[in-house]
């Protein structure tokens, strides 16, 4: 009788501990920015060709308030992540990086740090990622 | 534990095995769907990226683009431009992991004159292609022409 108690709180606290790890990992997911993060970048890189593509000088401004994150530009890609998170070259780094080809003549570079508004700007060969004015 | 107890114990031990394992299988299983649905979420079509990495051949004089003085002719191409090492300076991919993003031939269709990136590898297979009818300025001379531009996607992971 009593192992056949202790059988069933075992049984239960299994399947109580099954639920909370799914419930735990669920809630993760659910409040995860990595796809935010993700589509910054994307999206970022997109603009960037877009620019390269386009003769002349131009300024555009990223339509969406990004002040939860930081950019870093580089001429290899642009990296996003939140202020204080390990360096992205790191592996366990959540930072997103969104890698472009650029002409070998073009340079970009640029960091905004939790700012709201993002700005890409072009001038002859360069390509500037900052605040906007 | 009396007899009783350890068969009853006994008894449960393969379902309990069988659980472990399964509920192993379903973390693994949870955490692959999770990682492909984010996935599907960030996916940007290929036709729009490869439609914007693309303007830059016609549009720009570090491309192929046709410029006098300071004046750019965005659609025009300059014949003396339209090279292997001109393409290069203009889109060059790495030369090592370049086969993960667009690779690119670029044809003339009035000529046949035809040029690929570092890291294009003939195939029929494009399904990405683009075309654009382009002016071609050769010396004095102008003439129509169309630009195909056939594109390879990511190869492997």
Known sequence: MDEDIYLIVGELAAIALVGVLIFGAVFAITNSDTVVRKVHAKNIGLMINTLVGLPGDALVKYPDDVSDFSFVLTTKGVSVFKEGEPDCSLVTSSCEVEYFDLPESYKAEGTLLSKEKLCLQKTEQNIILRGCP | ?157
């Open chain 2, 1 to 157: 534990m009396n007899r009783k107890g350890s068969a009853a114990i006994g008894e449960k031990y393969p379902f309990w095995l069988l659980f472990g394992f399964m509920i192993i299988i379903f973390f693994f299983a949870f955490g692959l769907l999770t990682g492909i649905y984010k996935n599907k979420l960030t996916k940007t079509p290929p036709e729009l990226a490869v439609e914007l990495i693309t303007l830059r051949f016609i549009n720009i004089p570090e491309c192929f683009a046709f410029e006098e003085g300071e004046i750019v002719f965005p659609g025009m191409i300059d014949k003396q431009k339209f090279n292997e090492e001109q393409l290069h300076q203009c889109y060059k991919t790495d030369p090592e992991k370049g086969i993960k993003t667009f690779n690119f031939r670029l044809k003339l269709e009035g000529t046949g004159e035809e040029l690929t990136t570092n890291n294009y590898f003939n195939h029929e297979d494009d399904k990405l292609t683009r075309f654009h009818e382009v002016l071609v300025r050769d010396g004095d001379k102008l003439h129509k022409d169309q630009l195909t531009i056939y594109v390879q996607e990511k190869i492997g992971q």
